[in-house]
């Protein structure tokens, strides 16, 4: 008997970008992002002008969507959304217009975490060459998160280590700016590290218990060390911007991978995937890769189109949800700080 084909358009609106995918059976038809470039100016995202900009975007970019894939919108079997964590004003355009798209079509509506997406998002068709076996231990890295989790299946996820205080996403933000870089910082701290010496400069790494994390520390850190510095040489950033570049990375990595090596310890489970925007930093990806050798385990690197925010791994979860007749209630409402595993 053939498999039915199920078409399920995902709607991504947590933080700044305004994205839509339409996928078939777990293949991506078409993903389309429309990002905000207002926020620059503001040197980080502001939320008020963020909601406004997803009113703007969202029904052209769900139409780009559903046109690309070549298929009418009564084609569709679920419409997905972020329904948290995020941004509330921005949760909110998604969670009605999907909601509205639902109901007018008469279709089972299908909410997501957006941090089990970014997990989630390796078991896109073309997502990597491997999927992660259960269970697996993910590492969620974005401008808001850092989590390690446990992945026991698509459904039952476990949050073992998180960030007390900033994210890594924030610690790369924040020390750009604090070196004159434009928002966001971390693409051009990762550019500029390839260029400098990662052991120019030492940074402390927090101490921190067990499998959590801290970076406001750092950031402070190197506040302090920016300040003394061009005190007594007020051209020292332009003339080492490389190396500091690259020390603060190395030390940033260092902290995921001292956390990482413990939790695989911890747990006895050598299957590592990443997920979240920071996870596209080059010197990130090529420390997990150098981890098969030197501590044994595995790492699941999806393409770069799936780490950051796009509704793609949104339509993903949808349809793993459709497929287990996980369907959403009428009344169901945006959450901005959900959990994993609400």
Known sequence: ??????????????????????????????????SQKIHETYGGVVPELASRAHQQNIVPVVHEAIKQAGIAKTD??????????????????GTSFAKS??????????DVNHMQAHILAHFITDASSAKPPF????????????QIVKVSDYFTMEVIGETIDDAVGEAFDKSGKILGLGYPAGPEIDKRAKL???KAFKFTKPKVDGLNFSFSGLKTGILYFVQRETKNNP????????DICASIQYTII??????????????GITHIAIGGGVSANSGIRAALKSGETKFGWTTYIPKFE????????????????????QFSLDGITASPRLKLGQ
């Open 306 to 325: 799936y780490t950051t925010d796009n509704a793609a791994m949104i339509a993903i979860v949808g349809y793993l949800k459709y497929k287990n007749s």
């Open 196 to 198: 400098g010496n990662p």
């Open 254 to 267: 260092g902290i995921l991978m001292d956390k990482l090596k413990r939790a695989v310890k911890e747990t």
């Open 1 to 34: 008997m053939a498999t039915e084909n199920i078409y399920i358009l995902g709607i991504e609106s947590s933080c700044d970008d305004t994205a839509a995918s339409v996928m078939l059976n777990g293949t991506v038809l078409s993903n389309i992002v429309a």
């Open 76 to 93: 569709l079997h679920g419409v997905a959304f972020t329904r948290g964590p995020g941004l509330m004003g921005s949760l909110l355009v």
């Open 135 to 146: 269970p697996f231990l993910a590492l969620t890295i974005s401008g808001g998160h850092t």
């Open 101 to 110: 798209l639902a109901f007018g079509l008469q279709i089972p509506l299908l």
């Open 235 to 242: 051209n020292f950033i332009a003339e080492n911007l490389n």
